[in-house]
C-alpha cells in the first residue's frame, strides 16, 4: 500500500510537466513527522508516521468549467489509509460574481478549514479544528458563492452536504446531512497592512450516537433515515463532538515592511466557535465550545517561528446527562524553509489540563519534513 503511494507521487512529478502543456497541473505533498507522545485529540501517531500526503489533478475542462482529483493518504491506528478527498466540478464563467461547484470539496468555513493541512503553520490544527471538523471536514455536496463587485473583498457562500463526516458515531440520518452559510470580508490597509473577518454557520441534521447509563450506544431513528435492512449505526472518521448547530468566528491580520511577506511578516490568527443541541438530551446550558489565538513571525525567507494557545470547553454526554469536559493546550513552532518545496517544522507543545479527555500530554515534541513538487492551488488569506 505504501509502495503505490509513493509510486502515485513519483508518478505526479513526472508527468507536471505533460500536463501543463494541456492545461491542467500535477502536485503532490509528502508530509511525515516523528510525535514523542500522542495528544488528546491529536491527529498524529506517536513514532515516525506519515501525515497528510497528497497527490492533486486540476484543469479545464472546457471555457466554462474547471476540475480538480485530489487523492490523500496517511497514518490511522498503525495502518496506512486511503481516500478521495476532492474530486469536483465548478463553473468558470457564471455572470455576476457567481460561482458554483459539485462533488466532494473541503467546506469554506472558517478560516482553515478549505486549507490543505500542508499549508498550516503548525503541526497539528487548532483544537476546534480536531473537536468539531474531525481535522478538516470534506463532503459531498453542492456550493454556490458570490464574489461582490465591492473595492474590499467580500464573499458569501452556501453549501449542502451529505454530512457525514460531521459526526464520528451517528444513530441517525436526514438528506441532505449539512448546510452552511458563510461570509468573508477583508481589505488592505496601506501597502503593509492587510485584514480578513470570517462568520459561518452550520445546520447538521444527523444525531449522534446517544449512550444510556451504562455507556453502551442507543441508536435511534428519524424521519427519513436509511433503512433497506442496514445497521442504522454509521461511522467515519469525523468530528469527536458534534451538535446541531455550530457557529464560528475567524480574525486573520498581516503585517509585512512595504508588502514584502516573502522576507518579513507577522500574522496573527484568532477562530471562536460554538457548538448547541449535542443531542436529544441536551438543553441551553449544553454547549461545545472552543478558541485559538496563534502568531506567526517569517523573520527571514527561509525562517518562522510561532505560537498558538487554544482551549476547548464541553460538554461530554453520559447516558442523559452531561459532565463538563476541559481541555488546554498550548504551541511553539519553529520553521526551516530551505527550499519553495520543503519545511523542517519543530514544535513543542504541552497540555496543562485535560478533563473527561484521555491521553493528556504533559509535553510533546513535533518534527515535521513537508515535500512538495508540482502545481498547488494559491493559498487563502
Given at each position: 500500500m505504501k509502495r503505490c503511494f509513493f509510486a502515485a507521487i513519483a508518478a505526479g512529478a513526472a508527468l507536471s510537466a505533460q500536463a501543463q502543456e494541456r492545461g491542467w497541473e500535477v502536485g503532490a505533498v509528502l508530509?511525515?513527522?516523528?510525535?514523542t507522545r500522542e495528544l488528546a485529540l491529536g491527529q498524529r501517531e506517536q513514532g515516525l508516521a506519515l501525515g497528510h500526503s497528497d497527490v492533486v489533478l486540476?484543469?479545464?475542462?472546457?471555457?466554462?468549467f474547471s476540475a480538480q482529483l485530489g487523492a490523500v493518504a496517511h497514518q490511522h491506528e498503525g495502518k496506512l489509509e486511503f481516500d478521495m478527498e476532492e474530486a469536483w466540478v465548478q463553473t468558470r464563467s457564471l455572470p455576476g460574481g457567481f460561482q458554483a461547484r459539485a462533488g466532494r470539496f473541503l467546506s469554506q468555513i472558517g478560516y482553515l478549514n478549505e486549507q490543505h493541512p500542508h499549508t498550516d503553520d503548525f503541526v497539528e490544527r487548532p483544537l476546534l479544528y480536531r473537536a468539531f471538523l474531525g481535522g478538516h471536514w470534506f463532503d459531498d455536496g453542492l456550493r454556490l458563492s458570490w464574489t461582490a463587485p465591492t473595492p474590499f473583498y467580500l464573499t458569501l457562500g452556501a453549501e449542502v452536504f451529505r454530512g457525514k463526516q460531521l459526526i464520528e458515531e451517528a444513530a441517525s440520518s436526514r438528506s441532505p446531512g449539512a448546510m452552511t452559510l458563510s461570509m468573508k470580508v477583508g481589505n488592505d490597509i496601506g501597502i503593509s497592512h492587510s485584514w480578513q473577518l470570517g462568520a459561518s454557520y452550520v445546520h447538521n441534521r444527523r444525531e449522534a450516537a446517544l449512550e444510556d447509563a451504562h455507556g453502551e450506544e442507543v441508536h435511534g431513528h428519524e424521519e427519513g433515515?436509511?433503512?433497506?435492512g442496514q445497521d442504522h449505526h454509521d461511522h467515519a472518521h469525523g468530528a469527536a463532538l458534534s451538535g446541531k448547530k455550530m457557529w464560528m468566528l475567524d480574525a486573520a491580520w498581516k503585517w509585512a515592511p512595504n508588502g514584502n511577506n516573502r522576507q518579513q511578516q507577522l500574522k496573527l490568527v484568532g477562530e471562536y466557535a460554538r457548538v448547541?443541541?449535542?443531542?436529544?438530551?441536551?438543553?441551553?446550558?449544553?454547549?461545545?465550545?472552543?478558541a485559538s489565538l496563534s502568531a506567526v513571525w517569517r523573520f527571514s525567507q527561509q525562517w518562522e517561528v510561532g505560537?498558538?494557545?487554544d482551549w476547548l470547553k464541553a460538554r461530554m454526554p453520559h447516558g442523559d446527562h452531561f459532565h463538563d469536559g476541559r481541555l488546554r493546550e498550548h504551541a511553539v513552532m519553529i520553521a526551516w524553509k530551505p527550499t519553495h518545496g520543503q519545511v523542517v517544522r519543530l514544535q513543542y507543545s504541552t497540555q496543562p489540563r485535560a478533563e473527561e479527555f484521555e491521553g493528556r500530554s504533559n509535553k510533546t515534541i513535533q518534527v515535521q519534513y513537508l515535500l512538495s513538487f508540482g502545481a498547488h492551488g494559491a493559498h487563502s488569506f
Open positions: 508530509d511525515v513527522a516523528h510525535t486540476r484543469g479545464p475542462i472546457g471555457p466554462h433515515e436509511e433503512e433497506h448547541t443541541e449535542p443531542n436529544r438530551n441536551a438543553d441551553r446550558s449544553d454547549y461545545h465550545e472552543a505560537a498558538r494557545t
